[in-house]
């Protein structure tokens, strides 16, 4: 059994590590792609806080299908709002924000909520606890991109930070 508790501490942890790194990555090269067709590194930080917002959010306000040709644009309209010329701070924070905020709505569904089958945006048909699962994998996928683009740049990410510390 996932229990939620520990799927949102999850989300929350993985969230705060990314966040992180967008304050840990050099000032003024928040734009530094390794290679051509590649996200930048602040693509890919706002990827996740807007893929985030989209995905628990139109989740959270009882969408069960997803797998409609306007998706995307619907999207949208849980976007932060962040300037794209966000400071690493201003982008870091609503990173850490708008996770809790999240979590926070999340927190109150009971079980049977979790337990709803719906309709992912690319037609596979989950349970809402999947979806929240998904939404966190997919955290994780992006994390890394920012944390290798960190090595690149001969910084040690968090989470390491961390294990080293313990030592």
Known sequence: ????????????????????????????????????????????????????????????????????PDIRERFKTYYSGLADDASQEQLAAEMRASVERLCARLESHTAEYFAEIITRFDG??????????????????????????LRLKGIVPPTTRRKLAKK
């Open 1 to 68: 059994m996932v229990r939620l508790d520990a799927t949102l501490q999850s989300w929350k942890a993985t969230r705060a590590d990314a966040a992180q790194a967008v304050l840990d990555f050099p000032a003024g090269e928040m734009d530094f792609t390794p290679a051509e067709g590649l996200m930048t590194f602040r693509q890919i930080a706002r990827h996740i806080l807007e893929a985030g917002n989209a995905l628990a959010g139109v989740m959270l306000d009882g969408e069960t299908n997803m797998y409609t």
């Open 124 to 149: 596979q048909v989950v349970t809402r606890m999947e979806m929240l699962l998904m939404v966190k994998e997919h955290e994780l996928t992006h994390r890394q991109q920012l944390f290798t683009y």
